[in-house]
Structures are given as structure tokens and as C-alpha cells.
């Protein structure tokens, strides 16, 4: 419910029409002639302080005026909550209560203004009458958000056929005295004049219990515009009213079909003769019946096996047998509805009705007990025929008198509740206001729109150019952050870079001396009282830092006459294999001049010693050892006698041969040692430098480990211990 001010309050010089007014539904289901969505209205709420009566009303498409239960003694116990009819100062009355207030003025005793279709088809003689009276008339509950119009024509009845209320939606005026008193415009053209709703029209359905699993759709009331949102908008249309003295709704019925359930069968079946034209109908949501021609009544008892009742003048399904079988079939009738009945218009709506729309119950109402299963047709007896409230569960009807024309339109097959889009109804002189023009001559202050468009654009060009620049730089930015670093694989190393630079350093792990490490008793070697600070700059090479050089080791090479004054690569030449990668020079089993051949130790096969391939002496017919290639078992024991006296020591068992160093005998002295060390070199032509390593500190490798071999003085001394088995110390 929309707050607003009260009717009399609204400035009615504004010219600024309102917005549709949208009319609470209760959320009940009321009827003694079916389940149908009702609607509060209130009536006496002179100070719009919630003082009024509240009442539960259907819509009536016919009535100018709103007819209400008046008080009646058939109407008891359930009843008054029954039909709607709401309390006074908290008590329950049976009717509308015109002793107890000060808002009711009487206006007499007159016949209710029926339809004349009601009285012609009717045989109960003279109409119901009615207890007329002025009074306030609001739309939704009682309470200060009600929307009151100043003395309206009520009426009150006690007839049964009025068990609920209706709220009258005919645009005409009424004067109920016959001319003597004076005429009361209907609740819409009082809205409309007092600026409440925009024209002077509404759109309504009547909801359908059947739906969203028994517990219903509901209705949808709305006073100056209509709910979009219940139309199907591809299946309506618009039909002129007879004339502007005539409002009443007739439509063209085109034809009524019979469409079982697929499931059950495919045939589609006329229920209307295809050789006849079709009829007119008044759509008329006073009563739920459809009123048709009698021949079209009979193809509806047949399809449905339905009984006629001459008393009642009412039909109903003949047996359990023919409800199952209704059931069964759960067929739709399909009423094509134009604005001509024989079709000659090509526009037209198609509604379809399933058969639970038809499936209704009807009760007395001293009897609410005993309810009756009804189908809402009945035959006509002078020729009108009525759509009513059934026809309305799915169907909506959009009502604009000011134009003079309404709508029928499909209600979408819902499973839930939609959610309301409310659309005015504007009055046919309002003309909405156009945009004030922007000023375009030279005089004119501000931009013109195509410069407002320019700037807008450009702004936009900008801002999106920066915010492009910054997700570029951004993502550069992420890149170099989300970069690992680069580590030089292992397998890139120039092991030929290495080896040089070991070359010239030839620093070793054996070389270097840790902080508080004991002088070195080969200082003698580099000089006595002397420091070795030309190895300070070079760090330990660390065992983990470069990896083996018996992994990079050259394929063997010949042996090839060593040149005057040079040398052979470090690398290719037959040099050994010192400890952590790097390679020492030595001069045992060597010759002047001679190059040793050797295999890698890359491609020795682990852990089998004795088949190696190594490079071996070999004598030479001049007296000169020669190298040459073959396994341990093929040499002689002068060449195998070094590798097996360490391993020897190694196990601490006594060395039975002499070691002998650099081809001269263990028992020659130091002086002739160092001599033929000296003499050799100087033969081979070579350089020594000044940090190389003495005779002493040459190394063989073991199938273990490699160790540096003992000079002639440790093995004596060993050899002459006191302890059972000589000791060495173990290489670092």
C-alpha cells in the first residue's frame, strides 16, 4: 500500500498525475460459490485513524456502487468471518454496521442495479434489494495509509447470492432516489479527480486456487494502471466498447475447443459448431458463471459428463466415475476471444482454461457443511451469454473508459507468487512533459550536447588509456617479481675454464689451511720463514662448488712426442687425477719426453678395480719406462706396487716392498731423491712453479677413497714403529 494523504488533502491544481494505486489482497480464499483471492477495502474511517470497518470484497466489473453483507439472521456462528465482514471496536458483527456510527447516511431502501443479463436469465422473479446509504469508502485496511473517498454510495443486502462483497468498478454515476437526489460519481472517477490514479481505469485477475500445488495464485487488483507481470503480452487483445453510453465488455466468443492432455490423446475437438458463427459475451466478474447457448452447453455435459439440474438450472459431474474421468483427461478449453465473433478480425486471444478451473464447489449458506461439486456453466434463456469470475482465473482484463476500450490477455502459467511490475494508465488529455530544450544559438550559456558528448567521451578515452598504462606496468612489474632467479646448471660449466684456472691457482682443499690450522711441515717446499700470500686471494675450492673433473675428463689421447720447451695441455695430457676435481702433475713412472696415455676415470666401471684400464710403465729397451694401457692383472709388480702397498696401509697390515719414489730406490737418500726430482725436470724441459708440490704429495686413488702418498721417510719410520701394525694418518 502506497502512503499518500488523504483524498481531500491532495491538491487537485497539480498537474502531475499519480501512480497506479495497487490494492491489498487479503491472501484468503472466500466464496460460497467457489475459492477466489480477495481484497480489503474499509468503510466509516471518517478521521483516517484506522476507525473504519474492514471488509473482504471481490471486484465487480458491473456494480457502481459497493455492495456489502448487510446483518442477517441465517448469517451465524462462522459466517460473518466466512464472508469477510470485519469487527467493530474489537466485536464481531454480521454485516455492515450503519447503527453505530456517525459516517452512515441513510439514502433508503431500492432495488440493487443488477446486470441485465442476471434478469433476464433469472427465475426467482424480482431482484434482491438493497439498504443505500453515503458514507466513507477506503481502499485497503483501515489505517492512516488508506486512501478514503468522501461519501460514497454504499449499499447493504442480505441476499445470499451477494455472500461476499463487492467493490463496484462501473464508471457511472449513481443516484439511487430516481432522479430526486443527487448523483455520486463511483469510487474510480473520484480517484481520478482527486489526483489518487492517474485515469480513470484498472486491470484485474481473479488468481486461481488451483496453482503453485493447491495453495493458489492470487489475485491481482489495481485502480489506474494494470501488473505487467500476470499479462502474456503475446497473446492479447484490444476490443473497442459498444459505445460511450454502452461500457459494457463484450467480446466476439470466435470459438471453444475441447484439448485433451497430450499424454492422453492428440486430437483437438470443437466444442463450438465450426458451421455457426461464433457469439457474443459480456465478461462480467459480479458471479463465477459462464451463461452460453444451451447447444454448447450440451458438448460441454458430454466431454465432461456433466448432469443438468432443473431446479438450480445448474450442472454437475454425474458420478465418481466421470470425475476420474475428468482426471484422467485433465483437458483445457481453449475460448478465442476477438473483438468479432465470426473471426473476420485477425486479431484475437487465445485463454485456456484446464479443466481444475471448472472443477469448483458451491454450499448453502445456512449449510457451509454440506458442499456440492459444481461445473460454473449455465445455459441462457434470452439469448445473452456472460464470461464470469471462472473465466477471469485466467484471464486478465485491463479496463480504460476514458478510451473506451479494454484488454483480455493470457495470465502466464505460474508456479510462485510474481513479484508485481505496476504500469499506469495515464488520463487520454495528459500530455507528459517534454525535456527542456538546451540552448543552441550563439547567446546561449553552456555547452551544446555534441560538445557534452565530446568531453564525456574524451574523458573516457583517457581514463581508460590509464588505466591500461597501469595494468601494463603492473603486469611487467609482477613479472620480474614472480621470476626465479637463474642458476647455472651444472652440465654448462666449461670444464676447460676450470681446469685452467685450477692450473694456475692449483689450490686445493689440501692447500689451504682453515683459521688456528698447524703449519704445514712441507713449508720447507714453498720457502722457509715465508708465507704463501699468493694463495691468500683465491678461496678454498670447495667440494660442492664444482663439480668433479673426472666428469669432463677428455677421451685418452695418444702419446705424442713431447715438443721443445712446452708442454702438454693440461687436460689432454696423461696428468692425474688429484683430489676434488683438481689435477696434479707427478713424476713417477714418467719419462722425459714421453706423454702418458690414460683412459678417463669417467669411464672406469664402478666398483671394479682390477679390470681398469690405466696407464701402466712398460720398459723400454733403452732403459726408459714407457706408459702404456692395460689391466691391473697385466702389470708387472713394479707398476702395481704403489697401489697396493696404500691399500695395505690402509688396512694397517706391514708393507713387504719398499714403495718406490719417482723411480728412485726407497733406501737412496733425501739429497739423491730431491736430485733426480731436479734432474728430470730439467730433462722434460719443464717449468715447475713455485707452488707445485713436491714428489711427496703425489696421490693414487684407491677403489675407496684417495689419499696422498707418504714419502720415503714416514714409510721407514712407519716400518720401524714399536706398534703391530704400521699407522699412517688418513687424508683430510
Known sequence: MFARKRAESVNSTTSEPFAPLVVDTTGKWRGNDGSWSTFYINVGDKENNGGGQNFEILPSTHFGVTVLPYPSSWCSGDCPENRGIGTVNGNQTNGLDTDDTTTWKAAGTFDLNLPYWWMGNTTAGAGPVGYYGLDYLGVGQASSESYVAQQMYVAATGAKDFYIGQFGLGPGATNPGGGTGTPV??????????????????????????????????????????????????????????????????????????????????????????????????????????????????????????????????????????????????????????????????????????????????????????????????????????????????????????????????????????????????????????????????????????????????????????????????????????????????????????????????????????????????????????ERKDLTPFPPISEMDSPPAELYSPPAVAATPHSEGGGLDYFTAGAKLGRRGATRESSANNTPGTPPAFTPIHELPAGDVDSVSVPVPVPSTKGSPTLASGSMAQRDTSATRSQGNIDEVMRREPSPVPLPRDGVAVDATDDEADAHARARAAAEGERRPSHARGASDATVQSDSTVVSQPTPEELESWRHAHDEHPRRPLSE
Open 185 to 530: 460519481d463511483s469510487i474510480l472517477t473520484y480517484f481520478k479527480k482527486s489526483k489518487i490514479i492517474p485515469s480513470v481505469s484498472y486491470g484485474y485477475t481473479a488468481g486461481a486456487k488451483y496453482r503453485k500445488s493447491g495453495s493458489g495464485i492470487l489475485g491481482s487488483f489495481v485502480l489506474g494502471g494494470y501488473d505487467e507481470s500476470r499479462i502474456n503480452m503475446d497473446n492479447r487483445v484490444s476490443i473497442p466498447m459498444p459505445s460511450d453510453k454502452n461500457t459494457s465488455l463484450v467480446v466476439g466468443v470466435q470459438g471453444i475447443s475441447y484439448k485433451p492432455d497430450v499424454n492422453v490423446e492428440q486430437n483437438v475437438e470443437g466444442i463450438t459448431d465450426t458451421n455457426v458463427k461464433g457469439f457474443l459475451a459480456t465478461i462480467d466478474s459480479t458471479f463465477p458463471y459462464l451463461w452460453l447457448p444451451k447447444n454448447i452447453c450440451d458438448v460441454f455435459a458430454k466431454k465432461f459428463r456433466l448432469r443438468y439440474d432443473n431446479a438450480t438450472n445448474f450442472y454437475y459431474v454425474e458420478n465418481a466415475s466421470g470425475a476420474q474421468n475428468n482426471d484422467q483427461q485433465n483437458a483445457e478449453v481453449v475460448f478465442k476471444i476477438g473483438s468479432d465473433p465470426s473471426g473476420s478480425d485477425a486479431n484475437y486471444a487465445s485463454i485456456s482454461l484446464p479443466y481444475s478451473a471448472f472443477d469448483l464447489e458451491q454450499f448453502d449458506p445456512e449449510n457451509p457443511g454440506n458442499t456440492t461439486k459444481y461445473f460454473p456453466i449455465r445455459r441462457s434463456t434470452n439469448g445473452m451469454s456472460v464470461l464470469g469470475r471462472t473465466f477471469l482465473q485466467e484471464a486478465y482484463l485491463i479496463t480504460d473508459y476514458e478510451r473506451q476500450n479494454f484488454t483480455v490477455a493470457q495470465v502466464p502459467s505460474l508456479d510462485s507468487q510474481p513479484k508485481a511490475t505496476i504500469v499506469p494508465i495515464y488520463d487520454r488529455d495528459y500530455v507528459p512533459p517534454s525535456p527542456t530544450p538546451i540552448p543552441t544559438g550563439g547567446d546561449s550559456e553552456g555547452l551544446s550536447g555534441g560538445a557534452i558528448a565530446g568531453i564525456v567521451i574524451g574523458i573516457l578515452a583517457v581514463a581508460l588509456g590509464v588505466a591500461f598504462g597501469i595494468f601494463i606496468w603492473w603486469k611487467k612489474r609482477r613479472a620480474r617479481n614472480n621470476t626465479p632467479p637463474t642458476y647455472k646448471e651444472a652440465t654448462e660449466i666449461d670444464t676447460s675454464a676450470a681446469g685452467n684456472e685450477v692450473k694456475h691457482r692449483r689450490v686445493s682443499e689440501l692447500d689451504t689451511d682453515g683459521p688456528g690450522a698447524p703449519k704445514s711441515p712441507l713449508g720447507g717446499f714453498y720457502g722457509e720463514g715465508t
